[in-house]
């Protein structure tokens, strides 16, 4: 297990069963932690008007599945996650995704055109991603279909 996983399941307090995959390393791990995170969105260096419009949503600071993935995210490694029902992990992808989106915005992009894409299984996961990304994006400029 990578020492600061370790450190981290150690040092927090809120039940969740993580199942890692570091698809470009190829080393399958699984924690399962005792997690309960008071870690500000600050801590992960997102763009500052970001942090206002995750404010503005009521999501001061990252949940526990949050805390876990957006910093190897935003590092460009694949990922796979697994927490229970309301733990956070639409965010936990939404705002990377954002993040990255305003970290690499260029003057090539073309204005309507798909930037991104994330499938979904069902229409009701699909409703609720489109809801996060709208919670937290809109007010950045960003627009889902």
């Known amino acids: 297990m990578h020492h600061w996983l370790s450190a981290i399941a150690k040092k927090h307090a809120f039940l969740v069963n993580i199942l890692w995959y570091f698809l470009n ?3 399958p791990f699984t924690i399962e932690a005792t997690i ?3 870690t500000p969105f600050s801590n992960f260096n997102l ?6 419009s995750l404010d503005k949503a009521g999501w001061q600071n990252a949940s526990p599945i949050q805390e876990l ?3 190897p995210i935003l590092e460009g490694q694949d990922i796979f996650a697994q927490a229970e029902t309301g733990s ?3 965010g936990s992808f939404a705002i990377p995704i954002l993040e990255l989106f ?3 915005q260029s003057p090539q992009a073309i204005a309507n055109a798909p930037q991104w894409i994330v499938l979904s299984p069902t229409r009701e996961l699909a409703q609720q991603t489109d809801s996060v990304f709208d919670l ?3 007010s ?6």
């Open 69 to 71: 993935t957006i910093t």
């Open 102 to 104: 305003i970290r690499e």
């Open 140 to 145: 950045l400029g960003f627009m889902t279909a």
């Open 25 to 27: 390393k190829h080393t």
């Open 88 to 90: 956070g992990k639409t």
């Open 47 to 52: 763009n500052d008007n970001l942090i206002s």
């Open 136 to 138: 937290i994006g809109k």
């Open 36 to 38: 309960n995170t008071i």
